[in-house]
């Protein structure tokens, strides 16, 4: 079975760092893209970036480069999303997302089943 | 960067009534585009691909087409389980941008 299974949910305080994490099972890792995609409490989805862990080539959302991290580790089939200070407005579910086709940018058919990150003093 | 946008907002319709989302693209993405559907505290669940192939399992009353800029998500007759918010996205050129998405409940 094609499964994304992610770190738990985080409560941090602000300015501090953070790196959370989508395992993948059931296919080849190195042969898909992934996603990272944000969604505030109450709000739309909203897409951050993605990499394709076979080369590291990674691409990020205007409105995300400089703000968060995404990487890959192939040797444990899991890609990571981090952020060095994490801000109160960086609250939300974080999902990671595959393409349906490998190798192509493609609709997300498998998700993650989220990580709540809740950054607060 | 491609904006999608979506109509209505929000809608409310009584069970069995056809229902149109629209989502609008501010530059041409050919049929490279993908509805989702996500309950309540659930995750987003992939309903149709390039623009009108519906995703494996996906009920058929859920249909898509349009090409270019403008596209259309219809439910042929709105069931209880359909109570969700559906978002339309562009996978044509990063920033694989999402729409604001529609909300659709039960009158």
């Known amino acids: 079975e094609v499964q994304l299974v992610q770190s738990g949910a985080e409560v941090k305080k602000p300015g501090e760092s953070l790196k959370i994490s989508c395992k993948a099972s059931?296919?080849?890792?190195?042969?898909?893209?992934i996603a990272w995609v944000r969604q505030m409490p109450g709000k739309g989805l909203e897409w951050l970036g993605i990499?394709?862990?076979?080369?590291?080539?990674?691409r990020y959302s205007p409105s995300f480069q400089g703000q968060v991290t995404i990487s890959a580790d192939k040797s444990i089939n899991t890609a990571y999303l981090q952020w060095r200070s994490l801000r109160a407005s960086d609250t939300a579910m974080y999902y990671c997302?595959?393409?349906?086709?490998?190798?192509?940018?493609?609709?997300?058919?498998?998700w993650g089943q989220g990580t709540m990150v809740t950054v607060s003093s | 960067d491609i904006q999608m946008t979506q109509s209505p907002s929000s809608l409310s319709a009584s069970v069995g009534d056809r229902v149109t989302i629209t989502c609008r693209a501010s530059?041409?993405?050919?049929?490279?585009l993908a509805w989702y559907q996500q309950k309540p505290g659930k995750v987003p669940k992939l309903l149709i691909y390039?623009?009108?192939t519906l995703q494996s399992g996906v009920p058929s009353r859920f249909s898509g087409s349009g090409s270019g800029t403008d596209f259309t998500l219809t439910i042929s007759s709105l069931q209880p389980e359909d109570v969700a918010t559906y978002y339309c996205?562009?996978?044509?050129?990063?920033?694989?941008?999402f729409g604001p998405g529609t909300k659709v409940d039960i009158k």
């Open positions: 997302a595959r393409p349906r086709l490998s190798g192509a940018f493609h609709a997300f058919d498998v």
């Open positions: 059931g296919y080849s890792f190195t042969n898909y893209w």
């Open positions: 990499i394709y862990p076979g080369d590291a080539d990674t």
């Open positions: 530059q041409a993405i050919s049929n490279y």
């Open positions: 390039a623009a009108s």
């Open positions: 996205q562009n996978y044509n050129s990063a920033p694989f941008t």
